[in-house]
């Protein structure tokens, strides 16, 4: 099964710019494997850094980005409440927000573009959350990532719980 990337693409974005998209994937009586990334869902960025987030339930991570990198992310096992926020300030769509299900089961990936934050809810008793970064002019890593407070009242974001587990820079 080797679809175009455009034919993987699903329609339900709501903030211009992000890009969700259908992984092939391929099943049989062993379990299943899929296709996080080819050339044909983003031939464009110079993706060099890969990273693994395992998290138990409640766990909140997020809301973080920056104005250089792009994401491509997915949940690889377990499940996640994804959310992404426009953080660009000269949008139409700033501070406006969408959320999606991600898990083992749907495999949906998300182009995440620069000048976007997101975070991930783990919702069930464990998760791993895979995503890899692009390389612009520089890597942009923690330190000079922005952070928007994952209860941000301008933004309004509907969580699935009131109380996550959060690191201190998230509080």
């Not at 974005?13 to 050339?39: A, L, M």
């Not at 495999?107 to 959350?129: A, M, R, S, Y």
């Amino acid at each position: 099964m080797n679809k175009k990337y455009t034919d993987r693409q699903l329609k339900y974005n709501v903030i211009d710019g992000v890009t969700f998209y259908e992984q092939d994937s391929y099943h049989d009586f062993r379990g299943h494997y899929y296709t996080v990334y080819d050339k044909s869902i983003d031939s464009s960025n110079n993706y060099v850094r890969d990273k693994i987030s395992i998290s138990r339930k409640d766990t909140l991570r997020g809301i973080h980005g920056d104005f250089e990198t792009t994401k491509l992310i997915t949940c690889v096992y377990g499940e996640v409440y994804s959310v992404i926020v426009d953080n660009r300030k000269d949008s139409d769509t700033y501070l406006k927000w969408e959320s999606h299900i991600l898990n083992d089961k749907n495999h949906i990936g998300v182009l995440v573009p620069p000048g976007f934050v997101n975070g991930h809810l783990c919702i069930t008793k464990e998760c791993l959350f895979h995503y890899m970064m692009s390389y612009t002019e520089k890597y942009v890593d923690v330190e000079y990532q922005n952070v928007v407070k994952w209860n941000d009242e301008r933004i309004g974001i509907s969580w699935p719980i009131n109380n996550p587990i959060l690191a201190q820079r998230d509080k």
